[in-house]
């Protein structure tokens, strides 16, 4: 078969057969290149409207001819790949892609998202999923939806699993809000630049908006408490501080990024008003399980605070019954190649399947 997966990747006998959907994206051009650097073929490559699948004409999947995305062929395809493990890889963050994830689960597709929506989204959609992947026998992993490549899904789940009771789960989940506000601190950058380049660099979502309203966020915060064995968490009951200017909350994204700096002197006047009680501006969140309580929002760190020397990075403390000192999950938690590579990751874990 032409265009199928390596199988040394995957150290069994079956190969993995991984579908990338949204690989002109960002974080799926990474993801592309991460896996040719492994020798990891994708056997479907699907954007919006078209799609490449994997037949016996082309030794290059690039090399397929594009045909309409179809989600319900793809599925087939994948399934009919004898003595492989199906994967989906959803690296885009569209909802309409997430509403087939409980069907692909259900026929025994693995599903690997960096796409958030879901998992954040109404609880009893989350847990169908859980229940999908378990009728279907195969893996539903989504590390990158918090922090991008850091370790820190996998270790909650580890530490829950390994008798741990999570106390709080609390730090800086965005790597867009964390470099824009270090730029705007001091002065030293304008609220208009400091986005453009999060832009630039691929931390931002799809629409930077995301970022900058805490609903990315606050989306991660939800993620974080489900896994932490909290119940009852709605994201539309939070209240999620935002830094989107309210004239600008509903044009289109060109437009907001060409009037943002219409706003940067209001910014300014707020960062220079925090630092001159002393403070630095963050955007935090903190998951209280024992309390049951989540909360994100601005906050304003004096100048010991340890979120004034992460930087740019992500930085998550986890409290516990045996860690009451957390420990601390601190890196990159934005950009196209640490989210390809542990999105990659979690490919690479679907070769070994539940029981
Ligand atoms: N950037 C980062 O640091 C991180 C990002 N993520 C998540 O990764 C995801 C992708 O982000 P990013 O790469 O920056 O986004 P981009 O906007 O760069 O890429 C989006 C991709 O999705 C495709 N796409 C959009 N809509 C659909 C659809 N309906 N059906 C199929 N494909 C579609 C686009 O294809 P087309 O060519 O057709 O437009 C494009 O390939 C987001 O969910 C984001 O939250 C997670 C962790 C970190
Ligand atoms: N836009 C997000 C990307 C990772 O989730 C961020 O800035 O953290």
Not at 142 to 163: C, D, M, N, W, Y
Request: aromatic residues 4%.
């Amino acid at each position: 078969m032409a265009a199928s997966s390596s199988s040394s990747c995957s150290g069994n006998h079956k190969k993995l057969v991984v579908a990338v959907i949204g690989y002109t994206g960002g974080v799926g051009s990474c993801l592309l290149k991460a896996m040719n650097k492994i020798g990891l073929e994708p056997y479907a490559l699907v954007r919006s409207t078209t799609m490449k699948v994997g037949s016996n004409n082309n030794n290059n999947i690039h090399d397929e001819k594009e045909v309409p995305t179809n989600y319900d062929e793809l599925a087939e395809s994948l399934l009919q790949q004898r003595n492989g493990i199906p994967v989906i890889a959803d690296v885009t963050a569209s909802a309409s892609i997430q509403k087939h994830y409980q069907g692909w689960l259900t026929k025994g597709i693995s599903v690997v998202a960096a796409n958030k929506g879901i998992f954040a989204g109404p609880e009893t959609n989350y847990q169908a999923l859980l229940q999908a992947a378990e009728i279907g026998k195969c893996r539903l992993l989504h590390e990158t939806t918090v922090g991008a490549g850091l370790p820190i899904l996998g270790t909650l789940q580890g530490l829950k699993a390994s008798s741990h009771e999570i106390h709080t789960v609390e730090g800086i989940l965005s790597g867009t809000l964390a470099f824009v506000l270090g730029q705007v601190a001091n002065g030293k950058s304008s609220l208009s630049q400091a986005v453009k380049e999060a832009k630039a660099l691929g931390y931002t979502e799809p629409d930077p908006r995301d970022d900058l309203n805490g609903m990315d966020v606050a989306r991660k915060a939800v993620i974080l408490a489900r896994l932490a064995g909290m119940n009852g968490v709605e994201l539309d009951k939070m209240t999620i501080e935002s830094l989107v200017p309210e004239p600008l909350k509903d044009c289109n994204v060109e437009e907001f990024m060409d009037k943002l700096s219409e706003h940067d002197a209001a910014m300014a006047e707020k960062v220079a008003g925090v630092e001159a009680a002393g403070g630095r501006l963050h955007y935090a969140a903190k998951v209280n399980v024992k309390d049951n309580k989540v909360e994100v929002g601005l906050l304003s760190c004096e100048a010991s605070h340890p979120f004034n020397n992460a930087g740019p990075d992500n930085m998550i403390a986890i409290t516990t019954n045996f860690y009451t000192r957390p420990l601390v999950v601190q890196g990159a938690g934005a950009g196209g190649d640490v989210t390809a590579t542990g999105v990659l990751a979690n490919i690479l874990e679907c070769a070994n399947q539940p029981a």
